[in-house]
């Protein structure tokens, strides 16, 4: 019989709310890296008017995080000119893409039809450990293998 999380948990469970709140700080920070790569691809410059429409926030908002991202050297600007991810930022956007794949790939793999795989995905990305994304990678690669993927 399978075990329950509550029975394999460690015996201080506060590490796995601690793990929570860490993913929690770092989601925002791989979003919006993520998001401004993709404009940049799809329209040559990114500015915080196409940031605001693109996550549905107001441009104050947008200009807060993006302050906080420019302290964290993962962008670069200046006032009034577009927004460019510095070389850091560039390999985080690139990872979170890479880990949003695989999760929605899984999810696609179980079932889960895409227009539910993809805002689930995006969630999920951001708290599931590299033992379980690769785990979540082989099984999609062997899904794929075996023509099992649905």
Not at 5 to 26: E, L, M, Y
Not at 45 to 60: F, I, Y
Request: a neutral charge; one cysteine or more.
């Amino acid at each position: 019989m399978a075990r329950t999380w509550t029975q394999t948990r460690p015996n201080r469970p506060g590490r796995a709310f601690r793990k929570v709140r860490t993913d929690h700080a770092a989601e925002t920070a791989q979003d919006y890296v993520e998001a401004v790569s993709d404009i940049v691809h799809r329209n040559g410059v990114c500015r915080v008017k196409d940031l605001s429409e693109h996550m549905g926030v107001s441009h104050v908002t947008v200009s807060r995080i993006v302050a906080r991202l420019l302290d964290e050297q993962l962008v670069e600007t200046e006032p009034y000119r577009p927004i460019r991810l510095t070389a850091r930022g560039e390999q985080l956007a690139a990872a979170s893409r890479r880990r949003h794949d695989i999760v929605f790939r899984f999810l696609l793999s179980l079932g889960v039809p895409g227009h539910e795989a993809g805002p689930d995905a995006e969630g999920i990305e951001h708290h599931v450990g590299d033992a379980t994304l690769h785990r979540m990678a082989e099984h999609v690669a062997g899904c794929e293998e075996t023509g099992a993927a649905r």
